[in-house]
C-alpha cells in the first residue's frame, strides 16, 4: 500500500490529556501495510503485557540478522541494542543511512516515524513503545501539555536509558516480584529522563519540597494498608492522591523517605512479619495474604528485608512464644508456691 494511504498517528493533535492509569499497551505495535502488528514477528522472550505496567510496552528479544519491513510507529518508540556488535541501515524520509551497532547503541523515534531496518547480524535488543501519556503524567502540575514530541536518534549511546531498560527487563526476568508498582515506577523515571534530555521542546525539572499534604498522604496511605494483598499501581496510588504519577511519586518520596514501591515492599513484610508470629499459619498463605505473588518472591524479599528466611523467621518466633509462656507459667508458680505465695505457709 502507497506510504500516503497508511494510517498515521498525529504527532500533535491530542484533544485532551489522558490519564496514564487508563492506557494499557498489548504491546510493542506498528502498522504495516495497512494493518496494526507486532513490531518484529517472533515471540519475545519478555514482555510487559503480562504485568500490565500502564503507558507503556517492554519486549525483549534475541534475533538473526534480518529485515524489519516498512512499518510506521503508532508510539513514542525506544529501542536499546544489548548484544552483538553488527552494522545495520535505515532507510527513512527518502534517506538511507548506514550505522555500526554496539551494545548500548540506542533509538529514540517520536511516534508517526516511518522507516525500514535492514540488521546486518544477530542482537539481543529491547524495544519499548511509550504512550505520550506516560510523557505528559511526568510533567510538573502546572504544565497543560497534551502531547511530547521526542526528537529522533538512530545511533545514539545514553547509559542512563540502558540502565532504567536493564532493571525493567530483570524485574520481568525476576517475575515482578513488586507487580506493577515497580515497574510503572521505572516507566516514570524514564519519562522524566525522556523529557529532561530528548524532547523538540525541553522541560526544566521542578524542585519538589514540603511533601503531600498530610490529608492526602492519610489517604494514600489507608488506600495500601486496605489493599496490601492487591496489585498496586503507581498510577493507582497518584490517582488516589489526585495528582499525576511523577508529582505523586516525588512527594511520595519526601513525605515517607521511601519511593512508593519500596515502601509497599516494606508494609507486605511487615504484615508478613506479624502473621509469622501467630500459631498455625503456612508461609504461602501468609505471603499472599501480604500481597506477595508467590512464595519464592516472598522468600526472596522477606530475606533481602529481614536477613532471614520466613520459615526460620517463624520458628524463631514460635520458640521465642514458647519460652516467655514458660517464663509465664514459672513466674505464676512462684506467685503461688513462693515465700508469701497462696500456697505457701510461713511461720510465726
Aim: charge should be positive; proline fraction near 6%.
Amino acid at each position: 500500500m502507497p506510504a500516503a494511504h497508511i494510517r498515521r498517528p498525529s504527532r500533535t493533535a491530542a484533544p485532551h490529556r489522558p490519564a496514564v492509569g487508563s492506557v494499557l499497551l498489548s504491546g510493542v505495535e506498528v502498522v504495516r501495510e495497512g494493518c496494526v502488528e507486532p513490531f518484529l514477528h517472533v515471540r519475545p522472550t519478555l514482555s510487559s503485557s503480562s504485568v500490565r505496567w500502564a503507558g507503556l510496552a517492554v519486549e525483549d528479544y534475541s534475533i538473526p540478522e534480518c529485515i524489519i519491513q516498512r512499518h510506521e510507529h503508532i508510539e513514542n518508540f525506544l529501542h536499546v541494542v544489548l548484544r552483538g556488535s553488527v552494522k545495520y541501515e535505515v532507510v527513512t524520509r527518502g534517506k538511507t543511512l548506514q550505522f555500526d551497532a554496539n551494545p548500548g547503541t540506542t533509538f529514540i523515534l517520536p511516534r508517526g516515524t516511518i522507516d525500514e531496518v535492514r540488521w546486518r547480524g544477530a542482537t539481543h535488543r529491547v524495544a519499548v513503545a511509550i504512550h505520550r501519556s506516560l510523557l505528559t503524567g511526568a510533567l510538573d502540575e502546572t504544565a497543560h501539555e497534551s502531547d511530547i514530541e521526542l526528537t529522533e536518534h538512530w545511533n545514539l549511546t545514553d547509559p542512563n536509558i540502558v540502565a532504567v531498560l536493564l532493571a525493567m527487563t530483570t524485574d520481568l526476568d525476576g517475575g515482578s516480584p513488586a507487580g506493577r508498582l515497580y515497574g510503572e515506577s521505572l516507566a516514570n523515571a524514564l519519562a522524566v529522563y525522556l523529557l529532561n534530555r530528548y524532547t523538540v521542546r525541553r522541560y526544566t525539572p521542578v524542585g519538589y519540597h514540603g511533601g503531600l499534604p498530610g490529608y492526602r498522604l492519610k489517604r494514600v496511605l489507608d488506600h495500601i494498608g486496605d489493599n496490601l494483598a492487591e496489585d498496586l499501581s503507581l498510577s493507582q496510588l497518584a490517582a488516589v492522591a489526585g495528582m499525576s504519577p511523577h508529582y505523586f511519586a516525588e512527594l511520595f518520596r519526601v513525605s515517607t523517605g521511601y519511593a512508593p514501591h519500596r515502601y509497599v515492599l516494606l508494609q507486605r513484610v511487615e504484615r508478613a512479619k506479624q502473621s509469622l508470629r501467630g500459631p498455625g499459619r503456612s508461609i504461602i498463605e501468609v505471603g499472599l495474604e501480604a500481597g506477595f505473588q508467590n512464595p519464592s518472591h516472598f522468600a526472596r524479599i522477606f530475606r533481602k528485608f529481614v536477613g532471614t528466611s520466613p520459615s526460620r523467621f517463624q520458628s524463631e518466633m514460635q520458640s521465642a512464644r514458647r519460652l516467655n509462656d514458660v517464663k509465664s507459667l514459672s513466674v505464676d508458680h512462684a506467685m503461688r508456691h513462693g515465700p508469701f505465695g497462696e500456697h505457701s505457709h510461713p511461720s510465726g
